[in-house]
Nanobody, 125 residues
Framework: QVQLVESGGGLVQAGGSLRLSCAASRRTFSSYAMGWFRQAPGKEREFVAAISKSDGRTYYADSMKGRFTISRDNAKNTVYLQMNSLKPEDTDVYYC??????????????????WGQGTQVTVSS
């Protein structure tokens, strides 16, 4: 079992930045690939970014490329999502997730076994 706790959400003006953090409970954090997803009310959970467990390979949704950066610190059992040039349409609840799987499956929410409770990001225009 892996418990995930997100933090760092909040209210920011368009063009601003936020850094989300997700702390994992397991000391075997490095055995899990990590992903970030987001979800608006009434919509499906959408892939944002993912990072592999071994070689640090990263994956991004097209609309986030160049603006968002995912990274991980295995010593701190934490994954980060640096979000720059935020837009009002980035307003969502952001979730981190963990999976022992890898490869292209990481862009799909069904690949993930563990989820955090979410953190709200609101971007004002």
């Amino acid at each position: 079992q892996v418990q995930l706790v997100e933090s760092g959400g909040g209210l920011v003006q368009a063009g601003g930045s936020l850094r989300l953090s997700c702390a994992a409970s397991r000391r075997t954090f490095s055995s899990y690939a990590m992903g970030w997803f987001r979800q608006a009310p009434g919509k499906e959970r959408e892939f944002v970014a993912a990072i592999s467990k071994s070689d640090g390979r990263t994956y991004y949704a097209d609309s986030m490329k160049g603006r968002f950066t995912i990274s991980r610190d295995n010593a701190k059992n934490t994954v980060y999502l640096q979000m720059n040039s935020l837009k009002p349409e980035d307003t969502d609840v952001y979730y981190c997730a963990a999976t022992p799987r890898g490869g292209s499956y990481l862009v799909s929410r069904i690949a993930y076994d563990y989820w955090g409770q979410g953190t709200q990001v609101t971007v004002s225009s």
